[in-house]
């Protein structure tokens, strides 16, 4: 089996920053997109940012230029280095992956979240 391991959500005053973390574990032949999705009380799941196994990035607008998304392909890592942290940016942070277990099968997988507050 497959798990996706958070770390890194916590409190934190606006305008400060965060590094969440996530890691890959289990039966793993390739992965495909990794990616960072959040959910705020009452609102749906939303896409933060995602990146591709060549490194190519995506971001939602309301992350841009504050936000960035990496990771590390020989550690099945993916990272979220969060800085100018706002209020609105409060939510639980999801780690996300494309997973191959081998060249047909594929599966999409899920953290268990990590809390992220913005809050003086």
């Known amino acids: 089996q497959v798990q996706l391991v958070e770390s890194g959500g916590g409190l934190v005053q606006p305008g400060g920053s965060l590094r969440l973390s996530c890691a890959a574990s289990g039966r793993i032949f390739m992965i495909d997109a990794m990616g960072w999705y959040r959910q705020a009380p009452g609102k749906e799941r939303e896409l933060v940012a995602t990146?591709?196994?060549?490194?190519?990035?995506d971001y939602a607008y309301s992350v841009q230029g504050r936000f960035t998304i990496s990771r590390d392909n020989t550690k099945n890592t993916v990272d979220l280095q969060m800085n100018s942290l706002k209020p609105e940016d409060t939510a639980v942070y999801y780690c996300?992956?494309?997973?191959?277990?081998?060249?047909?099968?594929?599966?999409?997988?899920w953290g268990q979240g990590t809390q992220v507050t913005v809050s003086s």
């Open positions: 996300n992956a494309d997973i191959r277990a081998n060249w047909v099968t594929r599966h999409d997988y």
């Open positions: 990146i591709t196994s060549g490194g190519n990035t």
